[in-house]
């Protein structure tokens, strides 16, 4: 008798498990409808997010468009009136129109190292307008480390003719020929010979190369100056970058010059590195391949294939 009881009890339990059940799937039913709704607004806000943020890329790339025409177009029109600036400075100096007093010589001398400063400011401007641009030509050729050295040994040769610092160029035995654009490396090597110099009151500045790897070589330009300290070290291959110092208020740089220098040696496929402690001089280091190839140089829409080099 007990019999018929249990079997519906039984099913009363299945119905409100089953009522449970619905009332739990309605509920979730009820939650992914609103997720899917959440998700749907935020769908429309990435898409929106993206729309805007191709807008903002868009007026970025005509800013740094805009910026490299005015970059460009002010270095041009800068470089005739101080390339006259120069010249005249220079007929002056040379007393082709008569003598010229000691103080005479001296403020003219303050407007030609004025005028040479302000022209090395325009050419970094103008190189880095065309680096910016993609409009800089890669020239690579073949050629030794010696012809190298002895072109940067000439060049810098009249700066040190009375200088309390050595200028060494240590025999590149080691390096093999090279094949990148040597006007490049040459104008990189300038620029960290330039600084070193500028920053080394009296000791003696290095300039070596040698071969980490097979496939790349390291030149260093390794001096005995003021160093740099690590706080402001990361700085100093930025735009107009100027480091707080006695010797830098006395010898005013652009400010550019490193930061050409890096883009100069990633056009040729390699890095630039800077190891520096306060009181206790610098090393500047650029590391290229031995051979440059088009590959390396996402900038140039123009591909050239390496000749053999000669023997």
Known sequence: MNGPDITRDELERVRGQ??????ELHERLKQIDSLTRE?????????????????????LRQVAELKSRFLSYMSHEFRTPLGSIRSLTRILLDRMDGPLTTEQE??????????????????????????????????????????LFAALRGMFKPILANSAVDLVFEE????????????????????FISNALKFTPAGEVRVSATCPTSEQVTFSVT????????????????????????????FRGTGLGLALSKRLAELLGGSVTVESELGRGSTFSVTIPVHFTPAELPLLNESRTAPVPEN
Request: charged share 30%.
């Open 18 to 23: 089953r009522d449970a059940l619905r009332n």
């Open 223 to 250: 001096d005995t100056g003021i160093g740099i300290a690590k706080e402001d070290q990361g700085a100093l291959f930025q735009d107009f970058a100027q480091i707080d110092s006695p010797i830098q208020k006395r």
């Open 172 to 191: 590149p035995s080691s390096v093999p020929r090279i094949y990148t654009d040597d006007k490049k490396l040459s104008q990189i090597l300038r620029n």
């Open 39 to 59: 998700l749907d607004e935020t769908n429309r806000g990435v898409v929106a997010l993206y729309a805007e943020l191709d807008d903002r890329a868009l007026e």
């Open 106 to 147: 001296r403020q003219v001398g303050f407007i030609q190292s004025a005028a040479e400063e302000l022209t090395d400011m325009v050419n970094d401007l103008l190189d880095l307008a065309r680096i910016d641009a993609g409009r800089i030509s890669i020239s690579p050729a073949w050629f030794d480390m010696v012809d």
